[in-house]
């Protein structure tokens, strides 16, 4: 532009001098006026050209100018579409964190990112109980009650049910990863000892609070799995009462023994039965080893087992891909293997596989550890009824109304026992013994605390007598589902309170730590909080 400006210029110029030369006076001579006239005309013919290369300058600065208009328009219209499209992945980008958000914020929270925030294990079932609180409301008034509206009563007692919550689905997704690690180990075993002498490893069974669902699920909740074990190849377990005067029979020693194979459907290739041939170098290197590493003498030694399935555990964490997500720590324990896993957010599963035996075909194993009796020897093994109470709970989950709020009331008189003599078993003893004796239509949240009353008001009837029934000997009410000995449906009831029958001291320590539990109890509902 400043070149055309500049020729332009100069142009007027040399017209201005042309003019000027043609105003020239006459009086000059002939020659000087020739020179004159042929200096005009060259500079008319260079003014010509002059303003022909203005034109042309104008021309191409007029068609430069609008290529770079087009240029300009084109890169304004390609950043246009840059941020469009950069706004449109922002906007979905959004979206899909909203609706990630939205769709899985019940399971999801706690700053380690994924799992936790507390949801209420139920929710209430409006409209379905109406008839039934209407009767019961016309009974209260009959019965004329202390003035208050019964509908009020059943409003607070959802209340208080309401405020009683834990993490549900965090703890139904911690028994998954418990159950897939544990599947893994068993299938490495399972894989490893196909062919030999060492006790078969069956399917684990959750047992225990976390299983029967009234747990909490912080890293400190213990996620107990009862392994069986079966006889490995040419042998087999034969129960001998460890306690002769105990009835029914709840220890007992397991005897190895060699079992005849001569009859086998699909015998082993080359191997004879051990139990005909005593002099074949396989049964003697075979038996040898299993007796040395399980067994004292002849009998299965509970603390040798739990110690073989320990260094099992150390040795193949890792070798499937599931393995290697969580950080292994065998912790010490002598009848039963702890192990403590943590994934990469830091959190910790506390697992203890106990090893058991099943009773005949029944719901009662001979497990490596127990609480309901006591364990004099390392070959002692105790018949424990875990797995019959969890198929209990299962049972009644089935027929109570919708929200388990008898899971609720056990999670929460069992948090109240800390620092007392009382056991969550008796506890729990209490609850299951309602719940097969009150009609399961009150076990919802319209009725949540008067069935704690109920509980507190069992339990303390039955520290009068001093007497608590065990659940599972000598029960008419117990399930039929449920598959027990002989020995146990025939005997007679075991009193879980028989200490306190044979002690005064210990009777007035209990009635003492009732009226504690009870104090907390009370505390706790005006509160709502636990």
Not at 41 to 46: G, P, T
Not at 307 to 320: E, L, N, P
Not at 475 to 499: K, R, T
Request: proline share 4%; glycine share 6%; charged share 25%.
């Amino acid at each position: 532009m400043a070149a055309m400006f500049a020729t332009r210029a100069l142009a007027s110029v040399l017209k201005s001098l042309i003019l000027g030369a043609q105003n020239v006076g006459y009086d000059l001579d002939e020659g000087t006026e020739q020179r004159m006239t042929q200096r005009q005309e060259m500079l008319s013919r260079e003014m010509a050209r002059l303003l022909k290369e203005v034109e042309e300058l104008e021309q191409r600065s007029q068609e430069q100018g609008n290529d770079a208009w087009r240029t300009m328009l084109l890169a304004a219209s390609q950043r246009w579409q840059f941020w469009a499209i950069a706004g449109v992945l922002l906007l979905l980008l959004v979206l899909c964190w909203w609706l990630r958000k939205w769709t899985h914020e019940p399971a999801r929270s706690r700053g380690k990112e994924i799992f936790s925030s507390c949801i209420e294990l139920g929710q209430e079932e409006e409209g379905q109980e109406e008839e039934e609180q209407k009767e019961e409301a016309e009974e209260l008034q009959e019965e004329g009650g202390d003035g208050e509206d019964p509908d009020d009563v059943k409003a607070m007692d959802r209340l208080f049910a309401k405020r009683f919550r834990w993490p549900v689905q965090e703890l139904r997704y911690r028994r998954r990863v418990v159950e897939e690690q544990v599947a893994e180990l068993i299938q490495v075993y399972q894989e490893l000892s196909s062919g030999t002498y060492f006790p078969v490893m069956q399917p684990p069974i959750g047992v225990g609070s976390t299983y029967e669902g009234w747990s909490h699920c912080g890293d400190d909740a213990v996620y107990r799995l009862l392994v069986p074990l079966k006889p490995g190849r040419a042998h087999a377990f034969r129960l001998k009462e460890s306690i002769v005067e105990e009835r029914p029979k709840r220890t007992f020693r397991v005897q190895v023994q060699l079992k005849c194979t001569c009859a086998a459907e699909e015998p082993a290739e080359n191997v004879p039965c051990f139990l005909h041939h005593p002099d074949k170098r396989q049964r003697r290197h075979g038996r040898e080893h299993l007796l040395s590493v399980l067994c004292t003498g002849s009998y299965l030694d509970v603390q040798k087992t739990v110690a073989w399935f320990q260094d099992f555990v150390r040795c193949v964490w890792g070798v499937k891909p599931k393995m290697r997500h969580y950080r292994l720590k065998v912790l010490p324990s002598p009848r039963s293997c702890k192990l403590q896993l943590r994934d990469r957010f830091e959190r910790a599963f506390v697992i203890e596989p106990i090893l058991g035996l099943q009773r005949g075909d029944s719901d009662i194993f001979l497990c490596s550890r127990s609480r309901e009796a006591t364990l004099t020897t390392s070959t002692t093994w105790s018949a424990s009824c875990a797995v019959a109470e969890v198929k209990f709970f299962q049972h009644i989950a089935r027929q109570v109304p919708h929200g388990s709020y008898h899971l609720k009331c056990l999670h929460v008189c069992t948090q109240i026992l800390a620092g007392t003599g009382f056991s969550s078993a008796a506890m729990k003893a209490t609850v299951m013994h309602l719940l097969t004796t009150t009609p399961l239509s009150g076990w919802c949240s319209g009725d949540f605390v008067e069935r704690l009353k109920d509980i507190m008001q069992y339990l303390r009837c039955c520290l009068d007598k001093k007497h608590l029934h065990h659940f599972f000997l000598g029960n008419d009410n117990v399930p039929e589902e449920i598959s027990l000995p002989p020995a146990y449906e025939m005997a007679e009831p075991l009193n879980l309170f028989q200490g306190l029958a044979q002690d005064p001291a210990a009777h007035a320590k209990a009635l003492c730590d009732f009226e504690e539990i009870y104090d907390r109890l009370l505390r706790l509902l005006s509160s709502g909080q636990h």
